[in-house]
């Protein structure tokens, strides 16, 4: 099974900061990847998927990257509603791997 | 609008069977498949399976093979969870999601866009 790594696991940052959060996949995965961000009580949220495509709805300051075996979601400027867990996935010939995900928290 | 209802919070004892249930009330056909993730208290998720409604075509990660049972009643849009011999290790939440497919230059992919409310079960 292919096994995806994220880092840091947990991450302390201030609103209007510039945060990266990696993902490094076992194997190429080409660029069958999306992003969720997911807060307390709540179901995930998509806010990217084939690596980099934002989804409807979603803020112009959520952006992925990568392609084969590393990815990244950068979030350009914090804002206070963006503190929340994130995973990355990977959607690839019926297999739906999740990533350990990263807490994001207010320094 | 496409939404997923799951049933509600259940709490069972070790050794009992259970049946959670994820409905899609919007319009359409059924001509999607559904996933079932599982989520520890305090832990990450983890994808169980997924199953196409129109056809109950069924895939298992290799993690829940053999301990649950994903089934689907396409009349009514309604896909299931199930166990027969619960375990304290699985309560969790349980949420289900509607797999959708986009199209960029001329490839597939695969996008979960529309979950559901999730599923408290407790085994205890």
């Known amino acids: ?107 | 609008e496409v939404q997923l209802v799951q049933s509600g919070a259940e709490v069972k004892k070790p050794g009992e069977s259970l049946k959670i249930s994820c409905k899609n009330s919007g319009f359409g056909f059924s001509d999607y498949w559904i996933a079932w993730v599982r989520q520890k208290p305090g832990k990450g998720l983890e994808w169980m399976g997924i199953i196409y409604l129109d056809d109950s075509d069924t895939r298992y990660s290799s993690s829940f093979q053999g301990q649950v049972t994903i089934s689907a009643d396409k009349s009514i849009k309604t896909a299931y969870l199930q166990w027969n011999n619960l375990k304290a290790s699985d309560t969790a939440m349980y949420y289900c999601a509607r797999q959708e497919t986009q199209w960029l230059d001329r490839s597939a992919f695969y996008t979960w866009g529309q979950w559901g409310q999730g599923t408290l079960v407790t085994v205890s």
């Open chain 1, 1 to 107: 099974d292919i096994q995806l790594t994220q880092s840091p696991s947990l991450l302390s940052a201030s609103v209007g900061d510039r945060v990266r959060i990696t993902c490094r996949a076992s194997q190429g995965i080409n660029n069958y990847l999306a992003w969720y961000q997911q807060k307390p009580g709540k179901a995930p949220k998509l806010l990217i998927y084939a690596a980099s495509t934002l989804q409807s709805g979603v803020p112009s300051r959520f952006s992925g990257s990568g392609s084969g075996t590393e990815f990244a979601l950068t979030i350009s400027s914090l804002q206070p509603e963006d503190f929340a867990t994130y995973y990355c996935q990977q959607l690839n010939s019926y297999s739906y791997t999740f990533g350990q995900g990263t807490k994001l928290e207010i320094k």
